[in-house]
């Protein structure tokens, strides 16, 4: 599975990237509005950071802006994948910007027949939002289920890419059904790195290296 950093922020991405951690990075406008200093400069050094595909959103609602947005967007870098609405125009532009070799990102998917058709409309990735169902009392997990289980009869050779994840169950649930890519909020994998027992247990074998210390002062590692 493919791990996503959901964010404009660049010390998360520089940080994670160093780890090794990054496939890629979602952003959206929300995301963007966050961050201090010129949205256009963050994109740019995003897509330079970042060796995988990085999702930049259209904020244009009909076709002709999307095809001109996603275009501008591509500049970028040849890792720019266009995000867009699940919306029929957005459908439109997913199948025009693919078929010119532009890869899209279709966005704000919340059922299973929305992920279908973003998948015939030669999407590279769907987006279901997890997190979003979760929040108005619906089941998000079962949704990935769903598009699993429709993808999984045919090839379409779209990636399912989990977002609006919470916490690292979220995770841990959208590797097991064998989602393609999960996207995560920087607190999301920071939370995956920790266990007690690792902080208790790195505590104890630096506790009784200071004791060898004090009976050997010269002793060195
Ligand atoms: C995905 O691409 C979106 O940017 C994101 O996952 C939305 O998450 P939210 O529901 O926490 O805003």
Not at 52 to 57: K, P, Y
Not at 67 to 87: A, F, I, Q
Not at 112 to 118: E, F, I, M, R, Y
Not at 123 to 128: D, E, N
Request: charged letters at 25%.
């Amino acid at each position: 599975m493919k791990i996503f950093l959901d964010t404009a922020n660049l010390e998360s991405i520089k940080k994670f990237n160093d780890m090794g951690l990054l496939d890629g990075i979602t952003t959206n406008p929300s995301l963007l509005s966050k961050e201090k200093g010129n949205p256009k400069d963050a994109m740019e050094e995003i897509t330079k950071i970042i060796k995988g595909d990085v999702s930049l959103e259209v904020v244009s609602t009909e076709y002709s802006g999307m095809m001109e947005e996603g275009k501008r967007l591509r500049e970028y870098g040849d890792n720019v994948v266009v995000k867009v609405p699940m919306t029929p125009d957005g459908l439109k532009a997913c199948k025009s910007l693919s078929s010119e070799g532009i890869p899209v990102n279709v966005t704000l998917i919340f059922s299973p027949n929305q992920a279908l058709l973003a998948a015939k409309s030669g999407a590279k990735y769907v987006s279901p939002f997890i997190g979003r169902l979760d929040d108005i009392g619906e089941d998000g997990m079962h949704l990935i289920k769903e598009i699993k289980e429709i993808f999984s009869n045919y090839n379409f050779g779209t990636e399912i890419l989990v977002a609006s994840i919470r916490h690292p169950v979220h995770v841990i649930d959208a590797a097991k059904i064998g989602a393609d890519v999960v996207t995560l909020p920087p607190a999301v994998l920071d939370k995956m790195m920790k266990h007690p027992l690792t902080k208790i247990g790195l505590e104890n074998f630096l506790a009784d290296w200071e004791k060898l210390k004090a009976g050997n002062p010269d002793i060195k590692i």
